[in-house]
């Protein structure tokens, strides 16, 4: 089935595609967003239980519409943050279209042509704003298939009663992992393994100045400046409150990583072993690209390569909230404004020339 030829289809209608919407909206440009959820919210509606911003809702606005405070939490919870994305977009009639799956981007003359479950489109230009969520990453740690246990990715964690009692390892020292420990941390016979011993930051750092310290190192280097080390130079950790009460009451205790796994739990490099039950991976994402495959344009460590958010061997592709490679803390709910608002200047000015 085809449809109406438009100016421009969003793959993805999470929060990068709704900022997207908008400052296409705002270009007059005709456009479609397609989003394979069947309902809004993106990955928010996918999360764990107990998962919350690290801002309170002031600071974690998309653009146009401040979040509401959520009563009784001063960083709101996932929960909340799909309210908001529900009522951002009816608030401003994107023109969504859900669930539909996107195959594959290809180049058809002067147009991009983008091949779903539910029909084809034709553009002029494609944002691709599909996250990182839906490609979680495993390491290749020696003995994983060997382990008689259950393991799990962060992205299929929900909360700390499915594990009671039970003996758990969690792996990763950034933000997820460090949130998920803390949610464990009570009930359980908890192992928190991590490359390196955490680096929580300052109590009074959040999202706020993450954003900042992202966007200063941003136009450090687009100056020819020193590289400030941007949040990376802060630490790992944010401290969200329920991490720093595990943390001050002592049941966050990182051990280094171990080096394989066997059948009845982990081994250390020194032979020290600790039985376990449970494996949680809370070791990252990588960015869901596989429908730009057509296209034939991933370059290094599967990112397409860039200038802000277009991409360089074909300039009718802006790529959006992925991370830093797309904009400064482009993958938050504050810091893909900016990006999404110059990708939707220069799409404009590209189909006007």
């Not at 908001?84 to 969504?96: A, F, G």
């Not at 992205?155 to 990763?172: L, Q």
């Not at 966050?252 to 081994?267: C, E, H, I, N, T």
Request: net charge neutral; charged share 20%; glycine share 12%.
């Amino acid at each position: 089935m085809s449809v109406p030829d438009t100016q421009v289809v969003v793959v993805g209608g999470g929060q990068a595609g709704l900022a997207a919407g908008y400052y296409l909206r705002r270009q007059g440009l005709d456009f479609v967003i397609l989003d394979a959820q069947a309902t809004p919210g993106g990955a928010w509606q996918h999360t764990w239980n107990s998962l919350h911003l690290f801002s309170p809702a002031a600071y974690s606005a998309l653009p146009g519409r401040l979040m509401p405070p959520q009563v009784g939490e001063e960083y709101p919870d996932a929960e909340h943050v799909v309210s908001y994305l529900r009522d951002y977009e009816k608030r401003y009639d994107l023109p969504i279209e859900r669930p539909v799956r996107v195959a594959g981007v290809h180049r058809d003359g002067e147009l991009l042509r983008v091949q779903t479950d539910s029909g084809t489109w034709r553009a002029q230009a494609v944002i691709s704003a599909t996250g990182t969520w839906w490609r979680p990453f495993l390491p290749a740690v020696p003995g994983r298939a060997a382990f008689g246990g259950e393991q799990l990715h962060t992205v299929e964690y929900r909360n700390p009663g499915d594990f009671a009692g039970r003996r758990v390892i969690v792996v990763g020292g950034g933000n997820s992992g460090a949130q998920i420990a803390a949610d464990l941390a009570y009930d359980t016979e908890l192992t928190w393994a991590t490359q390196r011993p955490p680096r929580f930051l300052a109590d009074d750092i959040d999202g706020r100045a993450l954003f900042d310290a992202a966007t200063a190192r941003r136009r450090a280097l687009d100056a020819g400046r020193t590289d400030t080390g941007g949040v990376a130079s802060l630490g790992d950790i944010v401290a969200v409150p329920p991490v720093r009460e595990a943390r001050d009451a002592g049941l966050l205790k990182a051990s280094p990583m171990f080096v394989r796994l066997d059948r009845d739990g982990v081994v250390w490099a020194d032979g020290t072993r600790a039985p376990a039950d449970v494996v949680i991976w809370c070791t990252g994402f990588r960015p869901t690209l596989s429908h730009l495959a057509p296209l034939g344009l991933r370059g290094p460590r599967g990112h397409i390569p860039t200038a802000d958010t277009r991409a360089l061997a074909e300039p009718r592709l802006h790529l959006l909230g992925y991370g830093d490679w797309t904009g400064p803390a482009s993958a938050t709910l504050i810091g893909v404004g900016r990006p999404a608002r110059d990708a939707a200047r220069e799409i404009a000015g590209l189909l006007r020339a």
